[in-house]
């Protein structure tokens, strides 16, 4: 799996957007490019996916360069309630197709 | 639909006891898997199932850790004996193959 590269942390004010960047220099042609938030004691939650072109639902939506070498998740206007470690990640394929790869993530703070 | 079912939610034992965790996963999911998370960290990849087979354990600790899916549906992971170092929160998840992973709330297991 291709290593991923996030900030540690950021902060945003509510109601403005949250740009979330990740690195992925290293991802192979048939990598998804993943986000999963994890709010306080809860569980892992999808966001959105994504392989070559820009995505948008109702969560976020992603910005996935030209390259695939990086990739920026975008929640439009943030609440108080999107505090939480937002996690890229580059989504194995072959043998370990389906496994999701962790790294640290970034604790984004969303501030009143 | 229901979500992955996880229990219990919290267990404090001392070292060297026993503990088991239990996973019933969304139904119809194949795919079940558990993650170690460790406070400030990432989720990592214990082990992986596809039906009633293992697909990849080669994170988990063979020597302490155990996992099994008899009839291909709830999952338990065992650990025996448990050290000071296994004290993290256990996420179960589950996948159909081709929409995202779906996280239980996970057990926080405390070892004293």
């Known amino acids: 799996d291709a290593k991923t590269t996030q900030p540690t942390s950021m902060d945003c004010a509510e109601g403005r957007a949250a740009n979330l960047p990740c690195n992925h220099s290293?991802?192979?042609?048939?990598?998804?490019v993943y986000w999963y938030r994890q709010i306080h004691s809860q569980g892992p939650q999808y966001i959105i996916h994504?392989?070559?072109n820009n995505e948008t639902n109702e969560m976020a939506s992603l910005i996935i360069t030209e390259d695939r070498k990086s990739s920026t998740l975008i929640l439009p206007h943030a609440t108080l309630r999107d505090t939480a470690v937002y996690y890229c990640?580059?989504?194995?394929?072959?043998?370990?197709?389906?496994?999701?790869?962790f790294g640290q993530g970034t604790i984004l703070t969303v501030h009143p | 639909e229901a979500g992955v079912a996880q229990s219990p939610r919290y267990k404090i034992i001392e070292k060297r006891q026993s503990v088991a965790f239990w996973c019933n996963p969304i139904?119809?999911?194949?795919?079940l898997y558990w993650y170690q998370q460790i406070l400030g960290q990432g989720p990592k990849l214990l082990i992986q199932f596809q039906n009633n087979g293992v697909v990849d354990d080669s994170q988990l600790p063979k020597d302490r850790f155990s996992a099994e899916r008899l009839k291909g549906v709830d999952s338990t992971l065992k650990i025996q004996p448990a050290k000071l170092e296994d004290s993290a929160v256990y996420l179960c998840a589950s996948w159909n193959g081709w929409d995202e992973q779906f996280f239980g709330p996970g057990t926080r297991l405390t070892v004293l």
């Open positions: 290293t991802i192979s042609g048939n990598e998804y």
């Open positions: 994504g392989l070559k």
């Open positions: 139904s119809g999911h194949a795919t």
């Open positions: 990640i580059a989504r194995g394929s072959g043998t370990s197709y389906g496994k999701l790869t």
